[in-house]
């Protein structure tokens, strides 16, 4: 996932004649980490992709799973369906799966299976566009929300308006798990 996500950054970008810098200082993402992203050395956090995805018009299913082809009132992704990333990237404290089904088109909202293992260091704070439910299946997680730290365990929920400054890790013993939807 890490090569094909940065691939399509990359397309996007040259689809459009920007150059990695308007991009960069569009989406608020440094520059060698834009050109890390594009080529596969890392990983970019899901707010990055949802920063990213916005200043290069697309939605951030299109980042995952390139250009749409169903355009369904239902769709189902079966285990094994869905792109992951993230947990393993030294600048990330989290790994994600995206929920949907590859090529689907039309949604409102992006769901995606995040993992927090709460020996990795806490993320730094990130802002995009939209508004995210968060639900946790399992563990511990610390929100870092506009300033405020909540401590949200198996079964809390919380929705927050993604413009202000959050973040989420894990805290506890074990890998703990959440479902986000993300409307874009």
Partial sequence: MRKYVGERIRKLREAQGLTPEKVSSLAGVELERLKAYESGDAVAPIGVVIKLSRVLGSKVEGMFHGGGTVSEAITICRAGESLSGGQGNTD???GYASLTRPGTVGHIMEPFLLTFDPAVQR???ICHDGQEFVL?????????YDGTIHSL???DS???????????????????KMLAVVTS
């Fill in 158 to 176: 919380a929705y927050l308006d993604s413009t202000k400054p959050h973040t989420f890790h894990g805290t506890g013993e074990s890998i703990a």
């Fill in 123 to 125: 993320g730094a704070p």
């Fill in 153 to 155: 365990e198996r079964g």
């Fill in 136 to 144: 946790i299946l399992e563990g511990s997680i610390e929100l870092y």
């Fill in 92 to 94: 990330q404290s989290y």
